[in-house]
């Protein structure tokens, strides 16, 4: 196998790094105080270090490594494509083939009739793109005036100007000027934290309808859309109560309003189905996909109409005044289009629907009995656990994070790369997990957890906050 040689020490790298580059999502200060961990090669379901140390990548990058690191044919792929055509435009009366049957098959993959793709290089951008096309589909036939975008609380869209405001992070909202006019937020459908005493399906039905109560609030001539990931992932892998997306559906159908499925993470077999939307029984207008269509291995993203709103930008819209220099860029999509053969010709997200997915979940589900752990949640190939200083209060630790962190750095010590968002764990695995694999990494999550909960009693974390 040939390397590109790392001739550099990590000490070397890392000061060149803590020099030059700014990082995203980081506090560049605590960062280079430690140094960041370089990751130089992977394999699989694994990924080495430049201290040639392995690591069990329990997050697929972030969310997005489905078919697996080192899948040699997908180098070739873009190789191939490099020679006979590196770059061209989808702008002014050009296509080339690549993208044409990249959104063929995207439109035979999607449910029902989302037949016709916009597409991008991230999901920030597929996002971004889906608040113009919304609004020129509402002005297009005559109601310029439905133009808010229903969001939620905690839910991540990206992190461009629009993304980000549709996106309902309080951090991020409190940076930068955001969010932009015209989005708005309802409560997210979290029973953990936020059900209280009612049962999941009592408290699913109560935060839908919270979309009800904000489409009268807003006037139904002034709402153009309500959008939403199936699963929440980056706010902690949040699975909505049973009771929720029929709801959702009921809402959006009796309003007229359209309803957008970010797929980003739960698109290309991540639940156990092809998309979130199968799993959940969701019929949306658009979809936003992004991360699994290329499993990462290139940046493409896309945004999918259903007929319904095709149709208007195929005979009412005019001309749609917007797009990206890499829209539908040829490698990318010869990559995505390779990366698609592969799950489906070797059965990837069967496996994980019938094999792996329930394999996963029982052995997850079983670390409800660890002391530390108030919820073992899991679906597909992704999961959280929500840790907790009092089991049957459901409670928060008086220190918010600590113990997230603390966690998070033993799972690293120990070869396991499990991300925190506050006090949950969260996993999001290479859909090609082995089930050997996959006991390795419960074996390594076991052993952290033990350490965690060693060192939270140590440091006095074991205290019950209030919500
Ligand atoms: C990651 C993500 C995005 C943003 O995608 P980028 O490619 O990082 O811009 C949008 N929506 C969801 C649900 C995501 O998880």
């Known amino acids: 196998m040939d390397h590109i040689t790392n001739h550099r020490s990590t000490a070397e790298l890392q000061a060149a790094d803590a020099a030059h580059h700014l990082h995203p999502f980081s506090d560049t200060a605590a960062l280079n105080a430690k140094g960041a961990r370089v990751i130089t090669r992977a394999n699989g379901v694994m990924l080495h270090d430049s201290d040639g140390i392995e690591i069990l990548d329990a997050m697929a990058g972030l969310w997005c490594v489905n078919i697996g ?12 494509q490099m020679r006979e055509l590196p770059y061209y435009n989808t702008f002014f009366g050009t296509s080339h083939p690549q993208v044409i049957k990249l959104a063929e098959k995207v439109a035979q993959l999607t449910p029902g009739d989302l037949n016709r793709t916009f597409f991008a290089s991230s999901g920030s951008e597929a996002n ?25 609380k905690n839910a991540y869209h990206g992190s461009a100007m629009g993304s980000a405001s549709l996106g309902g992070m309080a951090a991020m909202h409190a940076q930068g000027g955001l969010p932009i006019p015209d989005i708005t937020h309802i409560d997210q459908p979290f ?31 002034n709402v153009a859309a309500f959008i939403a990931e199936p699963v929440q992932g980056a706010g902690g892998v949040i699975i909505p109560p049973a009771t929720y997306w029929p709801e959702i559906q009921r809402i959006c159908d009796a309003h007229e ?15 156990g189905n092809w998309f979130g939307s199968e799993t959940y029984n969701i019929r949306p207008d658009i979809i936003t996909i992004a991360k699994g269509l290329s499993s990462g291995y290139q940046p493409i993203a896309g945004s999918v109409l259903s007929e319904k709103v095709a149709t208007v930008f195929a005979e009412n819209a005019g001309e749609f005044a917007h797009g990206y220099t890499y829209s539908g860029h040829p490698v990318a999509a010869a990559v995505a289009l390779e990366n698609i053969r592969i799950l489906e010709e070797e059965n990837v997200v069967e496996t994980v629907r019938d094999d792996t997915g329930p394999y996963l979940g029982k052995l997850w589900g079983q670390l409800i009995d660890h002391p530390l752990i108030g919820e073992a ?82 440091q006095g974390l074991m205290v019950a906050g209030t919500r």
Request: proline share 4%.
């Open 69 to 80: 690191y080192g899948r040699h044919e997908l180098a070739d792929v873009a190789a191939r």
């Open 128 to 152: 971004d793109t889906n608040i113009r096309l919304v609004r020129h589909y509402w002005a297009s036939l005559g109601k310029p005036s439905k133009t808010v975008i229903i969001s939620r």
């Open 191 to 221: 029973w953990y934290t936020e059900g209280g005493d009612m049962s999941p399906d009592e408290f699913g039905l109560k935060a839908a309808q919270a979309l009800e109560a904000e489409i009268e609030r807003l006037g139904v001539d």
């Open 257 to 271: 309003i359209l309803l957008i499925a970010d797929e980003v993470i739960c698109g290309f077999g991540r639940t």
């Open 377 to 458: 949640r899991h679906i597909g190939m992704m999961g959280a656990l929500e840790m907790t200083p009092d089991k049957s209060a459901r409670a928060p630790f008086a220190e918010p994070g600590k113990v997230g962190q603390i966690c998070r750095d033993h799972c690293f010590a120990n070869g396991l790369i499990m991300r925190n968002t506050g006090d949950k764990m969260v996993i999001s695995p290479p859909l090609v997990i082995t089930r050997s694999e996959i006991d390795m990494l419960i074996e390594r999550a076991v052993k952290s957890l033990d350490q965690t909960l060693a060192d939270a009693k140590a």
